[in-house]
């Protein structure tokens, strides 16, 4: 841990103050809920690592999994599409009325 870190705790532990910081809850979005996308990322590679208590860190770890997945998936679909079938467009055609089942005609 950083001395940061290890004086926060300490001072935290003196005051009779849980250990974590609860004060950032008021501050915007936590990490453990910023949906997947380019501002998480950005503030994961904002985030210093050695100022982290180990709560934030395993927030921090799960939320960059979360990312990660969310790329791959991105990456996956995109794959996907590069090597499967061509797409077949509807033809005009195809988007007028349906024509009426047999039967059902008065």
């Given at each position: 841990?950083?001395?940061?870190?290890?004086?926060?705790?300490?001072?935290?532990?003196?005051?009779?103050?849980?250990?974590?910081?609860?004060?950032w809850g008021s501050e915007g979005v936590a990490l453990s809920a910023q949906p997947p996308g380019?501002?998480?990322?950005?503030?994961?590679?904002?985030?210093?690592?050695?100022?982290?208590?180990?709560?934030e860190l395993f927030h921090y770890v799960r939320a960059a999994q979360r990312l990660a997945s969310?790329?791959?998936?991105?990456?996956?679909?995109?794959?996907?599409?590069?090597?499967?079938?061509?797409?077949?467009?509807?033809?005009?055609?195809?988007?007028?009325?349906?024509?009426?089942?047999?039967?059902?005609?008065?």
């Amino acid at each position: 841990m950083s001395p940061g870190v290890v004086d926060y705790l300490f001072r935290q532990l003196v005051a009779g103050s849980p250990a974590e910081d609860v004060q950032w809850g008021s501050e915007g979005v936590a990490l453990s809920a910023q949906p997947p996308g380019a501002e998480l990322a950005r503030r994961l590679s904002e985030c210093d690592l050695d100022a982290l208590t180990p709560t934030e860190l395993f927030h921090y770890v799960r939320a960059a999994q979360r990312l990660a997945s969310w790329a791959e998936a991105l990456r996956e679909d995109a794959v996907g599409r590069y090597c499967g079938p061509p797409r077949q467009e509807a033809s005009p055609q195809e988007h007028a009325q349906p024509a009426p089942v047999r039967g059902t005609e008065k």
